[in-house]
């Protein structure tokens, strides 16, 4: 760094400033002196050109009627200034010879011409009359050598340097505060601007350098900057195309506008119908809408917030459109500019859309302020909005009384304890749907009514929006009936608890009674069993017929009588006995069971048919009993069909295991079939078909035990079905 | 007094007058009346005819020395016409001398018939002012001086330049503009 290039910015303004002023004062001291040097002659030449025109003037009729002494006469008047000192006047056609002339008497030693080196000071005026030169004045002035003049302009240079001095140092001054200190506050700025440009290399001592390598860094930093504001513009404006957003500038001084062409669009204007004024825009909108934009305007301007106004336009091929106007006021300091920009986007679907939630708003409170059941509807922060005539029916609370829920909760649960639990409860349950999603679990409360009623309530919770309707249903109702339901059935209960021990105790003592009865009958039948086969076989032959088939009658019948004890004893002996459960393979048992049949019958039972059979869990020896009832019956009943056909099988009813015994016997009338099942009841003569009557019924009694059902379906003729189910 | 020069009559290079001194006397006047042309004024209506007119009267000698002297020169930027009385109408004329020949009978015919007429009339006979003369030309020391009545000027609705009347030997009368003087110095 050479020279200029490595002193500070002061330095180099402080010596410029020298130079500037020693060149300055000598350029001005040489001025000063050419110029009065130069001036003095042409000041001496204007004066004295007016006195000589003037001279002239007066020399023309002297000429012209050829009156020397008037033109000697004319001269002499120039003597009047002092540093006149002698005129000649000649003619135009006399130039040699002097018309007239003049001296003035203290320079006698002025020579006609005089030298050219002399002191005077030479000037010459035409006489002229209608364009016509009649003669020519000279005349001689004196003029002072600029020697004689010096001194003063000595002393007025020394005024000129000293002035010239103090405004140097003015200028210093003032040039390091206006031009070398904003420097330096320009080059901190710049680098503040650059800060991550390079900020770590030597800055050089001079001040515009250092600015110039500052500026260098902001240019890197604007041009970055610049980079990314193109992108962020690129970004913005596709925002803007994708938002369907028009941009517009207003200058709010003129009135004059700038509309993009997403604006026009918007409008249905073209370029060539509207050049956008504010005056012109706000014609083209109703008056109502036009004051509103004037208003949201002076708002704007005075804000410098962001305002917006909506406002129907008319559309030329879309017709009503409801478009929205966003604006800012943007100021600026330097140029002093004040320019209003905004967007305008066409909402007229998103108002259509408000116009028409609205009214479903309006359907849905008229649904909850018209619905039979009590219903209000709160908001977040737990403000009551809506309370419908049901709710205020149930309650006694209008909306106004609600305004304060403070005053809510004490009414309508007027015990402090219980007050709190039901309000930490709510706000559990209301926060738990909020965070989970669920349902709100309705809550059921007793609720102090305005006129003192206490009410059973179920409140529910459904969230609508950020808002939520809370619906009460009534239960006072429903709970009276309730609790007296259960305090019938709990009657009713106990009632059916008695009898059924009643029933149980005089079954008990029945049973004991039939056992009893039963058993002390066989002693006396043995008896007269016993002795009645001794009369057969001792004294049968001394019997007429008659006497023989009466004794035969007696003996079967106490034969039948011996049979109706063992099936009595077995039927009451079947409640007391212990069942043990177990697997039971029922096709197997079936088997088994038709085997022992056929072995005790004197005729041919043939086969049944044996379906599909599933296993079951029971007592096995009393399953045996009710299968063997069931096959003997049906071996017995068919005895007269031909071919007699037997099936066994399984079907599912209602997913349950049915097993069913079927014949194709002579059946039974299903008039009857309630008394099927009836201890010693028959539906046919013994003669026909030989049985005590005991046999169905023992056989529903181990169903039962088993916790399973029997029934029968028949008709005459038609054979037989049984059904029963196990319970397993 | 005002001594004249007869070195103005150089500028009139012919002569065809008798004597050598009549003819320098009638050069000098010559030029006199062209001057008294120079520095008259006239009301502007009186050249409709696009002329200025000289008209001598009893003096043919001036009219031919005047024709010479004022070929090609222009006075107010009109053309100058010289003639001799006899041959034009007196209510053409702008300047008219009349010259020692004439009869005071024809003087006094011709300032009557002319009153009121704008026309500057200039003579050179003793008594020629109160005749109703406008200037009169005499010589006194061997040069021509002249004299001026301004009323005589005024019934004609003329004005001579103060310039010009400063040389005058004898100014009569009152200007219509400036204070009434006898004589000018």
């Known amino acids: 760094m050479m020279g200029w290039a490595g002193i500070s910015l002061r330095g180099a303004l402080l010596r410029v400033l020298g130079v500037t002023a020693v060149v300055a004062v000598a350029l001005v001291a040489l001025t000063i002196l050419g110029y009065e040097a130069r001036t003095f002659q042409s000041r001496l030449q204007q004066e004295v050109g007016a006195q000589l025109e003037v001279v002239a003037l007066n020399m023309q009729a002297a000429l012209d009627f050829d009156d020397r002494e008037s033109a000697l006469e004319t001269l002499r008047t120039l003597a009047l200034d002092p540093r006149f000192r002698a005129a000649i006047v000649t003619r135009t056609s006399e130039q040699d010879d002097a018309f007239a002339r003049y001296v003035i008497p203290d320079a006698g030693d002025f020579i006609y011409p005089p030298p050219v080196n002399s002191n005077l000071l030479r000037m010459e005026q035409n006489v002229v009359f209608d364009d016509q030169i009649l003669g020519r004045i000279e005349a001689y002035y004196h003029v002072p050598p600029l020697t004689d003049r010096l001194p003063q302009y000595l002393i007025v240079l020394v005024v000129v340097i000293a002035a010239l001095s103090i405004m140097a140092a003015l200028l210093y001054v003032s040039v390091e505060r206006l031009i070398a200190a904003p420097a330096r506050r320009l080059a901190e700025r710049a680098r503040t601007m650059a800060a991550d440009e390079g900020s770590d290399l030597p800055l050089p001592e001079n001040e515009i350098q250092q600015l110039q390598v500052d500026f260098e860094r902001m240019m890197q930093a604007i041009a970055r900057r610049e980079n990314s504001l193109r992108e962020q513009q690129a970004r913005m404006q596709l925002a803007l195309s994708a938002a369907q957003q028009g941009v517009w500038e207003l200058d709010p001084a003129t009135g004059a506008m700038i509309w993009d062409d997403a604006t026009y669009r918007m409008t249905g204007l073209t370029r060539e119908q509207f050049s956008p004024t504010w005056a012109g825009f706000r014609h083209m909108l109703t008056p109502d809408d036009a004051a509103e934009l004037a208003n949201t305007l002076a708002t704007l301007l005075q804000s410098q917030r962001p305002e917006l106004t909506t406002f129907r336009w008319q559309h030329t091929d879309l017709g009503e459109r409801h478009l929205q106007l966003v604006g800012k006021l943007f100021v600026s300091e330097l140029p002093a500019t004040r320019i209003v920009r905004g967007v305008i986007r066409d909402v007229t679907e998103l108002t259509r859309a408000e116009h028409a939630l609205r009214e479903r708003e309006q359907h849905f409170r008229q649904l909850v302020e018209q619905s039979p059941v009590p219903m209000s509807v709160t908001n977040d922060e737990g403000l009551v909005l809506l309370v419908n005539q049901s709710f205020q029916r149930l309650f006694g609370y209008d909306l106004k009384a609600l305004a304060n829920l403070a005053e809510w909760w004490e009414g309508v649960y007027p015990d402090p304890i219980y007050r709190a639990a039901v309000m930490q409860e709510w706000h559990l349950r209301l926060e738990h749907a909020d965070s989970t999603g669920e349902e709100f679990e309705p809550m059921e409360v007793q609720a102090h009514c305005r006129d003192g009623e206490l009410r059973d309530i179920e409140f529910n919770v459904q969230r609508i929006g950020n808002r939520r309707l809370v619906i009460a249903i009534d239960l006072t109702d429903r709970k009276r009936s309730e609790r007296e339901i259960r305090k019938l059935n709990e009657e009713l209960e106990l009632r059916v608890r008695q009898r059924t021990e009643e029933l149980e105790i005089a079954n008990r003592e029945l049973e004991g009674f039939s056992y009893s009865v039963s058993h002390d009958l066989r002693a006396p039948l043995r008896a007269i069993s016993g002795f009645g086969s001794a009369l057969v076989q001792d004294y049968r032959s001394k019997l007429d017929e008659d006497g023989q088939r009466y004794l035969d009658r007696m003996m079967a019948a106490s034969q039948r009588m011996g049979m109706l004890i063992d099936d009595l004893l077995r039927f009451s002996r079947l409640s007391r006995t212990e069942m043990i459960r177990e697997k039971v393979e029922m096709g197997a048992l079936i088997e088994q069971i038709w085997q022992e049949l056929q072995d005790s019958s004197d005729i041919d039972i043939g086969q049944p048919y044996v379906g599909e059979l599933p296993d079951c869990v029971a007592d096995r020896s009393l399953l045996k009993q009710v299968l063997v009832n069931l096959l003997s019956n049906a071996v017995k009943f068919s005895r007269n069909a031909n071919p007699r056909r037997i099936e066994v099988f399984a079907e599912t009813l209602k997913g349950e295991t049915v097993y069913v015994v079927r014949d194709n016997g002579v059946g039974f009338s299903m008039a009857y079939a309630d008394k099927l099942f009836g201890v010693f009841q028959r539906l046919h003569r013994t003669e026909e078909f030989e049985g005590t009557g005991v046999g169905l019924a023992l056989s529903r009694r181990i169903i039962e035990r088993h916790g399973g059902r029997i029934w029968a379906e028949s008709a005459p003729g038609k054979g037989a079905s049984f059904r029963f189910t196990l319970s397993v | ?185």
Not at chain 2, 69 to 82: T, W
Not at chain 2, 116 to 139: D, M, R, S
Not at chain 2, 142 to 160: I, K, M, P, W, Y
């Open chain 2, 1 to 185: 007094m005002l001594p004249l020069c007869f070195g103005l009559a150089l500028l009139f290079s012919a002569g065809t007058l008798a004597s050598d001194a009549a003819q320098r006397e009638y050069e000098v006047k010559a030029a006199f009346l062209f001057n008294f042309a120079k520095y008259g004024d006239w009301p502007a209506e009186s050249f409709a005819d696009g002329q200025f007119r000289f008209c001598i009267a009893k003096q043919d000698d001036v009219v031919v020395l005047l024709r010479q002297r004022l070929h090609e020169q222009r006075i107010r930027e009109l053309p100058i016409a010289v003639t001799a009385l006899r041959n034009v109408e007196l209510a053409s004329c702008h300047l008219l001398f009349i010259a020692a020949a004439a009869t005071p009978e024809q003087l006094q015919q011709w300032i009557e018939a002319s009153r009121n007429q704008p026309l500057l009339i200039i003579g050179e006979t003793k008594g020629f002012l109160e005749l109703g003369g406008a200037v009169n030309l005499f010589i006194a020391s061997g040069t021509v001086h002249f004299e001026v009545s301004l009323d005589n000027l005024r019934a004609h609705r003329l004005q001579l330049s103060s310039k010009l009347l400063r040389h005058a030997d004898r100014v009569i009368g009152r200007s219509s503009t400036e204070p009434a003087s006898g004589s000018w110095q």
